[in-house]
């Protein structure tokens, strides 16, 4: 995906030696949480609204160079890498930064999200499954072989969720043969943790349960 038509630049950065009242009053007119901060011509970091409504007014912002964050994305990053930025800076902003390290303008959070929504994970028709296994048992190879090997199309797949030595991945599939990928999964080990109508083994189970209760309350 093209990222390059998404560079903004029209906030521009804040010098070093900037007066922290305006940085203040520009937070108060824009919806970022971090502006960029250069020292000359070179970008040296971002300052949170947070930390600029903490600072002293009559002071710069050279006298609190070391709370900036030196956060940035490479002009050619992968879309997946400028999310992940995203991500690990709680920002919604994210400076760019050409080969020779010049500042060059700035990705939107929301820009780069509606990426994501433009991928067949979210826009084709098809049903998520979500399942788990050991954080060291599992192959995507193997989930992908699982679905396939079921005669679906799988149009992507994440790890969404680590704890407790298991990992859960979601998985987007086709609609086609649901019950047979979930016992499939089963089969291999698999816990399968998202609920579907199609889900033959839940619905003996049920039927089962349902049969008992109504043997104890005869």
């Not at 560079?7 to 108060?28: C, E, G, H, R, W």
């Not at 902003?93 to 780069?112: F, Q, R, S, V």
């Not at 994501?116 to 028709?125: D, G, Q, S, Y």
């Not at 599939?173 to 499939?184: A, L, Y």
Request: with cysteine; proline share 2%; hydrophobic share 35%.
């Amino acid at each position: 995906m093209d990222t390059l038509n998404y560079i903004l630049d029209d906030v521009s950065p804040f010098d070093i030696s900037s007066n922290i009242k305006d940085i203040q009053k520009a937070f108060n007119n824009l919806t970022y949480t971090h502006i960029p901060v250069k020292k000359g011509e070179t970008y040296i970091g971002c300052v949170s609204e947070t930390d600029a409504h903490c600072f002293e007014t009559e002071k710069k912002l050279s006298d609190y160079q070391y709370a900036l964050e030196g956060f940035f994305v490479r002009k050619n990053a992968n879309w997946l890498d400028i999310l992940e930025a995203f991500a690990l800076h709680n920002s919604n902003i994210m400076p760019i930064l050409n080969e020779e390290n010049n500042y060059i303008g700035y990705y939107e959070l929301g820009d780069i999200m509606s990426l994501f929504n433009n991928t067949p994970f979210l826009n084709e028709a098809g049903a998520i499954i979500v399942v788990e296994k050991g954080i060291n048992d599992y192959s995507f190879s193997e989930i992908c072989q699982i679905v396939e090997s079921n005669g679906t199309r799988i149009f992507g797949a994440f790890v969404s969720k680590i704890e407790n030595d298991k990992m859960q991945a979601t998985i987007k599939i086709g609609h086609t043969g649901m019950n047979e990928i979930v016992q499939t999964f089963r089969r291999y080990n698999y816990t399968v943790i998202s609920n579907h109508e199609e889900d033959k083994f839940l619905k003996d189970l049920q039927e089962r349960s349902d049969y008992l209760d109504k043997y104890l309350n005869m």
